[in-house]
């Protein structure tokens, strides 16, 4: 975790702000029909979305499968050009670049992927592999200088130099990570979004590589997007954690006052099914449990987009109004501790108290695969403890 944690940053201060994100969406088309291409609907991946991640800082994003993560993540490099909104980076607006200057800025943004196996060309050595980045950035002088980059960029990840020689089906999941985050430093970016940059690889492994996403942050002033739809693994790692649900977000805080107090009611579904080391905590653990599949993005719910799962649905509002992300009005919970929910103050105070929730069918469109991975959050009815 970088130092910006431990500061109290203005998110108004607009020096401060490496990515700026404002009102993104991204809607795709859903066509049906060989003769005629008819548009019958869209899928409301990203719906919405305001978020800052300032200079040096790591920004967790987490949330369900399907609930558009990767799509914000692509947004944010323009790879994924949005329907609506802006993306600014380093004060720039991406969507206004083009050719050259484009080139440019995407040597400032890399991206590290979930699968370091689908992601690296399994024909081509880690030399190759490393060089590719480098010349398409004109950053090769002469081969000693080239030679001697790789090196360090191999030591930078921890791996030796035979390394060079090899091929990516030679190597463990991890090693292999590190070849794809070796990758991503070698033009000296200053952003680096990574998606899911762990969740293929096994628990023991996890740290480590979160490790070196932490030292390689510290030793190259590197700024972070985490995409994870596990909670704990960008707990450790984030300044300040997004959740999202169905294309927006929900809440977002500092990582500490995340998870000490989640206060929407859909945050604290997710954390209250994660268990506690110790046991006598874990005996009196508040579960909560949500019942439902997650709507279709196709086909979101009105109004709160977590109605038709949420414990503490109201009659009035819930189903008719939007939240927006605010900041509540608690004592002890920052400014920056923001929530899109309009009862968390009653929910907070136990004003309010959960009730179980009658599962409400959600209709799916035809034609839409719905997420096949599991999803993070609990998923049966009730309320228990
Ligand atoms: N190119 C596309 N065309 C149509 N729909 C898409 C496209 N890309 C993504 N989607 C849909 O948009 C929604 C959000 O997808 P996205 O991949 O951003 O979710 P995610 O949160 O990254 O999920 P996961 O945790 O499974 O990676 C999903 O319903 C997905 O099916
Ligand atoms: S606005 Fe209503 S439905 Fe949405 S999270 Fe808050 S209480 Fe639940
Ligand atoms: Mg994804």
Redesign the pocket.
């Known amino acids: 975790m970088s130092s910006a944690a431990h500061t109290d940053h203005d998110v108004t201060d607009m020096r401060d702000v490496l990515v700026d994100v404002r009102g993104v969406k991204?809607h795709?088309?859903?066509r049906k029909g060989v003769i005629f291409d008819k548009i019958v609907g869209y899928?409301?991946?990203?719906d919405g979305v305001d978020l800052q991640i300032r200079r040096g800082e790591t920004y967790g994003l987490v949330?369900?499968?399907?609930?558009?993560?990767?799509?914000?993540?692509?947004a944010i490099l323009n790879l994924?050009p949005p329907t609506e909104g802006s993306v600014s980076f380093d004060g720039v607006d991406i969507a206004s670049l083009k050719g050259e200057e484009l080139r440019r800025k995407r040597q400032d943004i890399q991206m590290v992927f979930?699968d370091p196996m689908s992601s690296l060309d399994p024909r081509q050595s880690v030399e190759s592999l490393l060089l590719e980045g480098l010349k398409a950035h004109n950053l090769i002088e002469n081969d000693a200088a080239a030679n001697q980059r790789l090196r360090e960029l191999l030591a930078a990840v921890g791996l030796p130099p035979a390394a060079l020689k090899k091929y990516p089906h030679e190597f463990s999941g991890g090693q292999r990570q590190r070849i794809g985050i070796a990758r991503a430093l070698s033009v000296n970016p200053k952003l680096i979004v990574a998606?899911?940059p762990v969740s293929a690889l096994d628990v023991s492994v996890q740290a480590q590589v979160i490790n070196l996403l932490e030292d390689l942050q510290e030793e190259f002033g590197l700024t972070y997007l985490v995409?994870a739809?596990d909670l704990a693994v960008v707990r450790h790692i984030s300044d300040r954690v997004g959740v999202?649900y169905l294309?927006a977000l929900v809440e977002e805080a500092p990582a500490k006052d995340l998870y000490a107090r989640p206060l929407h009611p859909y945050t604290r579904a997710l954390l209250s099914a994660v268990p506690v080391p110790d046991p006598v905590i874990e005996d009196h653990r508040e579960r909560i449990l949500l019942t439902g599949d997650l709507p279709?993005?196709?086909n979101p719910p009105s109004g709160c987009r977590f109605h038709t799962r949420c414990p503490w649905r109201q009659p009035t509002r819930c189903d008719t109004d939007r939240p927006v992300l605010r900041t509540v009005d608690l004592p002890g919970v920052p400014a920056e501790h923001r929530v899109a929910c309009h009862w968390a103050e009653q929910i907070e105070s136990g004003e309010l108290r959960p009730h179980e929730v009658e599962a409400v069918a959600v209709e799916q469109m035809a034609g839409?695969?719905?997420?096949?991975?599991p999803i993070i959050g609990p998923t049966s009815i009730g309320e228990i403890g």
């Open positions: 991204v795709f088309p859903i899928v409301y991946a990203v949330g369900e499968s399907g609930c558009g993560k990767s799509t914000l993540g692509r994924e979930q998606d899911e995409v739809h999202m294309g279709s993005p196709a839409i695969s719905q997420p096949d991975s």
